[in-house]
């Protein structure tokens, strides 16, 4: 299999609290895991990825964190502002498949 | 920033008619990717292509067919459009065979009618 299953499908966090997206995939051989944002009316953008030698990646209020075992990822937005506002897309690729599988989405909404 | 453009931007087509979507990469990447979104699908890829004259079958393909001229361009063509093909269409472009960041381009709304 090759699915990427992405839940919340819809996520609203009050302003400066934190934001959990969580990710599984169905492909053992999957290395490579990116978060795409996407702002209304735009396309979607990187934000941060992980490679399978790390467990752990952080830049700019982003972590993300990888689970082989458990074929999880998850992506967790700290202080969270009104510009977090958007889709977020997580995804999957293997070496070699020359394509990335891509999560359904969440549409995260901040409160103020 | 990498720079990806598609056209038209907007685009209303009757059913059975022939639709050919365009863009074009100024990065010299390798590998390109059409997609398609639909609320409650995320992004579905439809066709991509490892460099000129290549096109590989994505995991949607049924109703398109690609086409990679050269390595700027990547055209998605819809032979017979149907209403179920009315979307948003992104072209994204990238490299290290999609194990690196993808570029995508502003989108192309598309209406069946």
């Known amino acids: 299999g090759e699915q990427v299953e992405q839940l919340p499908s819809i996520l609203r966090v009050q302003e400066g609290s934190s934001a959990s997206i969580n990710c599984t995939y169905e492909n053992s051989a999957s290395n490579y895991f990116p978060w795409y944002k996407q702002e209304p009316g735009e396309n979607p953008k990187l934000i941060i990825d992980i490679r399978s030698n790390m467990e752990r990646k952080q830049t700019q209020g982003l972590i993300v964190l990888l689970d082989k075992k458990a074929k999880r990822f998850s992506l967790h937005i700290t202080d969270t502002q009104p510009g977090d506002s958007a889709m977020y897309f997580c995804a999957a690729s293997a070496y070699g498949q020359g394509k990335l599988i891509f999560g359904q989405g969440t549409k995260l909404s901040i409160k103020p | 920033e990498a720079a990806v453009t598609q056209s038209p931007r907007n685009k209303v087509a009757v059913t059975g008619g022939k639709v050919t979507l365009s863009c074009n990469q100024t990065n010299n990447h390798n590998n390109m990717y059409w997609y398609r979104q639909d609320t409650g699908h995320g992004l579905r890829l439809i066709h991509y292509?490892?460099?000129?004259?290549?096109?590989e079958k994505g995991d949607i393909p049924d109703g398109y067919k690609a086409s990679r001229p050269s390595q700027e361009n990547f055209s998605l063509i819809l032979e017979l459009a149907t209403p179920s093909q009315t979307s948003v269409y992104f072209c994204?472009?990238?490299?290290?065979?999609?194990?690196?960041?993808?570029?995508f381009g502003p989108g192309t709304r598309l209406l069946v009618l």
């Open positions: 994204a472009s990238g490299d290290a065979w999609g194990q690196d960041t993808q570029y």
């Open positions: 292509s490892y460099g000129a004259g290549s096109t």
